[in-house]
């Protein structure tokens, strides 16, 4: 979960079936459809996508979310530049304040540099994801199961090993969000001009070779884990438990939404201090072109003497306000989009 991974989104686990614990691959869309009665109707058949339903699905909805909560993921990107003394206002009311001097400097506009690259960090990252989690999930269902519902720990596995092939997918286009929306607070005379994503894509290639758009690609890819393995657990946990105490079923809409802030914010506990780093390694010092950095383990050892543990959680109120919709959002496209297409 950006928040990629999502990045944070709600691809890696699906609503519980309800009864019994621990039993949440279900009914999304994202783990095997074998029961009627979820929130993600009727099992469908192979249609016309066939075998690419999970991959089309999980494309779409991610990049649906992205278009709602592209600012905060904007903003969340500005307040972890500005710990490296680039000029953004610190903290939560830092946070507000470059809200508010972006709005006035730049327009409204500007809550949407990077677009281009984030939709496609959604086409690759979540694409790969959702997709590999549904695969992976139907084919562990089939061996072990008998067609029944994974347990909690075989469903986190799915969503781990499914968050690792989507960062590695997404990264090319992670970097080139990172180095648009970072460039924006650069002085005016250092400034890059992307004319879109490709354009990013193919300076960052062209400046730092192939292996340029795989930076930060091992902290981005434990970041990825991290944020499904957080997600899938207290998303399950929570939902079943307000179920249980009597707030509603585990397929209305007041409980996934509660389950679904809970999830975020365990998102932003395991995975932001991931993201900081990944987001330091993926962008450029102005005054020399280069990333300042060895690798992550350099990144972390300079920021904790430089500036901080509190750092590492820089941008968390824009990385929650970026997740928890994000997850939800995904997991209502993902829903209605299953019904819909053919």
Request: glycine fraction near 16%; charge should be positive.
């Given at each position: 979960m950006r928040c990629d991974?999502m990045?944070?989104d709600?691809?890696?686990?699906g609503?519980?079936?309800p009864?019994?614990?621990?039993r949440?691959v279900?009914?999304s869309?994202m783990?095997?459809v074998?029961r009627r009665?979820?929130?993600g109707?009727?099992?469908r058949?192979?249609g016309?996508?066939g075998?690419?339903r999970p991959?089309?699905?999980?494309g779409?909805a991610?990049c649906g979310?992205?278009l709602v909560?592209?600012?905060?993921?904007?903003l969340?990107?500005?307040?972890q530049?500005?710990?490296?003394g680039?000029g953004?206002?610190?903290?939560a009311?830092g946070?507000?304040?470059?809200g508010?001097?972006?709005?006035?400097?730049?327009?409204?506009?500007?809550f949407?540099a990077?677009?281009g690259a984030a939709?496609?960090?959604?086409?690759?990252y979540t694409?790969v994801?959702?997709?590999?989690f549904r695969?992976?999930?139907e084919?562990?269902?089939?061996q072990?199961?008998g067609g029944?519902?994974l347990?909690?720990h075989e469903?986190?596995?799915a969503?781990?090993?499914?968050?690792?092939?989507?960062?590695m997918?997404?990264n090319?286009a992670?970097?080139?969000?990172v180095r648009?929306q970072a460039?924006?607070?650069l002085?005016?005379?250092?400034r890059r001009?992307y004319?879109?994503?490709g354009?990013?894509?193919?300076?960052v290639a062209?400046?730092?070779?192939?292996?340029?758009?795989?930076?930060?690609?091992?902290?981005n890819?434990?970041?990825?884990?991290?944020?499904?393995a957080?997600?899938?657990?207290t998303y399950?946990?929570?939902k079943?438990q307000?179920?249980?105490?009597?707030?509603?079923?585990?397929?209305?809409?007041?409980?996934?939404?509660?389950a679904?802030l809970a999830a975020g914010?365990a998102?932003?506990?395991?995975?932001?201090?991931l993201?900081?780093?990944?987001?330091?390694?993926q962008?450029?010092d102005?005054?020399?072109g280069r990333?300042p950095?060895?690798?992550a383990?350099?990144?972390l050892a300079?920021?904790l003497?430089a500036?901080?543990p509190?750092?590492?959680?820089?941008?968390a109120?824009?990385y929650?306000l970026r997740c928890a919709?994000?997850?939800l959002?995904?997991?209502?496209?993902?829903?209605q989009?299953h019904r819909?297409?053919?």
């Amino acid at each position: 979960m950006r928040c990629d991974a999502m990045r944070c989104d709600v691809s890696a686990f699906g609503p519980s079936v309800p009864g019994g614990r621990g039993r949440g691959v279900g009914q999304s869309g994202m783990g095997p459809v074998r029961r009627r009665g979820g929130s993600g109707g009727p099992p469908r058949g192979g249609g016309a996508l066939g075998s690419l339903r999970p991959y089309v699905v999980g494309g779409l909805a991610g990049c649906g979310g992205t278009l709602v909560v592209q600012p905060m993921d904007m903003l969340k990107t500005r307040a972890q530049m500005a710990q490296a003394g680039r000029g953004v206002a610190r903290g939560a009311g830092g946070l507000v304040r470059t809200g508010i001097r972006v709005l006035r400097a730049e327009g409204v506009g500007a809550f949407y540099a990077g677009l281009g690259a984030a939709l496609l960090r959604q086409a690759t990252y979540t694409t790969v994801r959702m997709g590999v989690f549904r695969r992976l999930s139907e084919a562990r269902s089939e061996q072990a199961h008998g067609g029944a519902s994974l347990p909690l720990h075989e469903k986190a596995a799915a969503g781990v090993a499914a968050g690792f092939l989507g960062a590695m997918a997404g990264n090319p286009a992670d970097v080139a969000l990172v180095r648009v929306q970072a460039n924006a607070v650069l002085p005016e005379a250092e400034r890059r001009v992307y004319r879109h994503a490709g354009d990013a894509l193919a300076t960052v290639a062209r400046e730092g070779g192939v292996r340029g758009l795989w930076r930060g690609a091992g902290t981005n890819a434990i970041r990825a884990m991290a944020v499904n393995a957080a997600m899938l657990a207290t998303y399950d946990e929570v939902k079943q438990q307000l179920a249980a105490s009597g707030v509603g079923t585990e397929d209305s809409l007041a409980v996934q939404t509660g389950a679904g802030l809970a999830a975020g914010a365990a998102i932003v506990v395991f995975s932001l201090p991931l993201d900081f780093v990944k987001t330091r390694l993926q962008a450029i010092d102005p005054t020399t072109g280069r990333v300042p950095y060895r690798g992550a383990i350099d990144c972390l050892a300079k920021v904790l003497k430089a500036e901080g543990p509190l750092a590492l959680y820089s941008g968390a109120g824009a990385y929650y306000l970026r997740c928890a919709p994000h997850a939800l959002l995904v997991l209502l496209f993902a829903e209605q989009l299953h019904r819909r297409l053919p």
